[in-house]
């Protein structure tokens, strides 16, 4: 099946700011965290050996039919950088009629599912009321902006979580990253980016303190995001959130397609695992 242009190039603008968080980490970041990055394929894997937040093992930004030879590569990258686990992202019009011939080859199983949004620029009418303000992050405070980020996620920023503030801080230093926080008086409390590529602006990293939620501050960087993306040039925004479980409620899904954009599909998410796959056996 072809994969269409809305997909391709949500999928790519997805890849490749995430290979930019894990590539762009200082030396001495990517050798505490064992960072690993490569492209195969067409899309991007990266490994994080020491990951505190079991997330960065991820491969993803195919949009070509994926073929056992494929996984074949993608599978002896995590064996080779010692990776227990990885999660492959493929959307669904990229997944081969064989698929589950494929995954089974390799012990390959479902976990949970995400939603890819796009809108055409001009469809974008976010609502932006908060009694935050909002604005541009400099560099002075990019490593605050990625403490507050990870602890909206709830992951710790001791120990290894403070090789991701200094990872997440450097996308200071990348102009086709644009980060913005809110702010209760001088204290950041919530923060996102925005990713150009090319007329693709991509809205990703948005998290806000469990103190300042429900208090409209996603919204308001959703709204100076996508003033920022028509500064830009940008010609469509793309986000990517987590499917909802039944009667449950997703508030960035919500916030997204309130300003205007529109889930265009569902992604399967899969996971690696090197004990449970059978060609590594014995």
């Known amino acids: ?7 391709e190039m949500a999928e790519a ?8 968080y894990a590539a762009g980490a ?25 990951d505190p937040m079991s997330y960065w093992n991820t491969t993803l930004g195919f949009t070509e039919p994926v073929t056992r030879a494929l996984v074949d590569q993608i599978v002896a990258f995590y064996h080779d950088k010692r990776c227990a686990q990885a999660k492959i992202q493929i959307a669904p019009s990229a997944l081969p009629a064989n698929w589950e011939e494929i995954r089974a080859a390799h012990g390959i199983e479902p976990i949970h599912q995400g939603l890819k949004l796009a809108a055409p620029i001009g469809q974008v ?29 709830g992951v710790p920023t001791e120990g290894l979580g403070g090789q991701l503030v200094e ?13 913005y926080g809110a702010w209760d008086g ?8 925005l990713f150009v590529r090319g007329t693709v602006g991509s809205l990703n990293t948005g998290a806000t303190l469990p103190s300042h939620r429900m208090l409209g501050a996603q919204s ?19 986000a990517e959130t987590g499917k909802a479980g039944p009667g449950e409620t997703n508030r960035s899904t919500v916030n997204l397609e309130r300003a205007g954009l529109r889930v265009r599909y569902v992604r399967p998410n899969w996971r690696w695992q090197a004990e449970t796959d059978p060609t590594l056996a014995g």
Not at 1 to 7: E, P, R, S, W
Not at 141 to 149: F, G
Not at 220 to 238: D, K, N, P, S, Y
């Open 26 to 50: 200082p030396a001495a970041v990517r050798e505490r965290l064992g960072i690993a990055t490569g492209r195969i394929g067409g899309g991007v894997v990266l490994s994080m050996r020491n």
């Open 186 to 193: 001088t204290d950041l409390v919530a923060g996102a980016a």
């Open 1 to 7: 099946m072809k994969v269409d242009l809305t997909t």
């Open 13 to 20: 603008a997805e890849a490749d700011f995430m290979h930019a």
């Open 167 to 179: 990872m997440m801080a450097a996308t200071a230093e990348n102009p086709q990253f644009h980060l």
């Open 220 to 238: 308001a960087l959703i709204a100076v995001r996508a003033e920022a993306a028509r500064t830009a040039g940008c010609q469509w925004l793309v």
């Open 125 to 153: 009418r976010p609502r932006a009321g908060t009694r935050l303000r909002v604005g541009p992050v400099d560099r002075s405070d990019a490593e605050e902006w990625a403490a507050v980020i990870l602890r909206g996620f």
